[in-house]
């Protein structure tokens, strides 16, 4: 009786032994979060990667049981965010809202503050959508033909905004350039709004804005849509013709992806790319970016990482072949 007594103690301090070590090896992801997360929007508000990153915000938020906040940290072509983000904790809570110049940086930027291929993880490629080469709605130029012929007379004179060195808004304009064989200054600026504001206003002639920024003013009148930089017309404005129909060769595209810093555990990782897979494929966010010629993609990380990889080498011999430069 007393040998009994004493097995069902020891099996059961064993047991409960047992127990904890199986609490303390759970998944990371277990008890996360419990706490508020953080999305770094590298761009003043108003623009487009702002729009996706608060209609992710609030679903992801609902999803997670958590507050998400989106924190705007423009500057340096994105590189100010992306490398408060790359200097975070990599537990999950701060995320970064990736766009096309995360993969033209590298090539454009030599000396950049974070290894671009080795500081993050991907999480999850939301989607992909074109630029639109956008004037105020009173402009004289009504065609992608009237801006080469303005140019061709006028070498200079023109200028087109964009949210930064090495934004899409920017290579857009480069390649432009480039390939029709004008002169059109470059005026960056900190995001799409300012941007935006400024071509309403007259003071900048020109912008190759990302559709989800300018997808607004154009349906509401304030500007005119004269061309899209998919090699084909877009779905989402079907009366809008592609640069490449006056400019043969002519191809941007913008993007948005996620990323949380290296380093972070895999399974919380997984969880996120779940989350926010869930929400890009929700109906409610479908009907607020799909109008803006987003194509929804939400799939593995791996197909983040592959696609930017595969960006950042095209981008970087356009940026060698053209020799182009941050201003």
Known sequence: MILSHINHRTWAVAALALSAVVALSAPAFAAYPDKPLRVVVPFTPGGGTDIVARHLANGMSKELGQPVVVDNKPGAGTIIGTDAVAKSPPDGYTLLVATFAHAVNPSMQPKLPFAWDKSFAPVVLIGRGPNVLVVKADSPYKSVKDVIAAAKANPGKLTYASYGNGTSA????????????????????????????????????????????????????????????????????????????????????????????????????????????KVAKTEEFRKRLEPEGIVISAGTPTELDEYVRGEEARWRKVVKENNIKPD
């Open 170 to 277: 920017h290579l857009a304009g480069e390649m432009f350039t480039n390939l029709a064989k004008v002169d059109i200054t470059h005026v960056p600026y900190k995001g799409a709004g300012p941007a935006i504001t400024d071509v309403m206003g007259g003071q900048v002639d020109m912008l190759f804005g990302t559709a989800a920024a300018v997808a607004g003013f154009v349906s509401n009148g304030k500007l005119r849509a004269i061309g899209v930089t998919s090699a084909e017309k877009s779905p989402s404005l079907p009366n809008v013709p592609a640069i490449a129909e006056t400019i043969p060769g002519y191809r941007v595209e913008s993007w948005y992806g996620i990323y949380a810093p290296a380093g972070t555990p895999p399974d919380v990782v997984a969880k996120l790319n779940a989350v926010i897979a």
